[in-house]
């Protein structure tokens, strides 16, 4: 199992527009093999930045990576550079294999 996760740091204020956009976001992620389940999470709010982070969880690293170089990737993807205002930079990537 691998586990997929973006941090996303937003601009106070406007945190309820980030959920909008991902609520209303077509993934695609349930036509993809391998993929098993998806969670956005809302961490703390500090003056700087409120913290979300996505998870997404699938069967193996190698599933995750067909996902970044498929059609449905490219789909999920294409409106990503609306509401650019909201975040203070790109999304940090991280990726963690399930050991226990």
Same mark, same amino acid.
């Given at each position: 199992?691998?586990?997929?996760?973006?941090?996303?740091?937003?601009?106070?204020? =406007?945190?309820? #527009?980030? *959920?909008?956009?991902?609520?209303?976001?077509?993934? =695609? *992620?349930?036509?993809?093999?391998?993929? +098993?389940?998806?969670?956005?999470?809302?961490?703390?709010?500090?003056?700087?930045?409120?913290?979300?982070?996505?998870?997404? $969880?699938?069967?193996?690293?190698?599933?995750?990576?067909?996902? #970044?170089?498929?059609?449905?990737?490219?789909?999920? =993807?294409? !409106?990503? !550079?609306?509401?650019?205002?909201? $975040? *203070?930079?790109?999304? +940090?990537?991280?990726?963690?294999?399930?050991? *226990?």
């Amino acid at each position: 199992m691998f586990v997929a996760m973006n941090r996303f740091f937003i601009k106070p204020g =406007h945190e309820e #527009t980030f *959920l909008e956009i991902w609520r209303n976001r077509d993934s =695609h *992620l349930n036509e993809v093999p391998g993929f +098993k389940q998806f969670n956005m999470l809302q961490g703390p709010t500090t003056e700087e930045h409120t913290l979300f982070v996505s998870h997404s $969880y699938w069967e193996s690293r190698e599933a995750f990576e067909a996902w #970044t170089h498929s059609e449905a990737f490219r789909k999920a =993807h294409a !409106g990503a !550079g609306g509401s650019r205002e909201i $975040y *203070l930079g790109p999304p +940090k990537f991280e990726g963690f294999d399930i050991k *226990l």
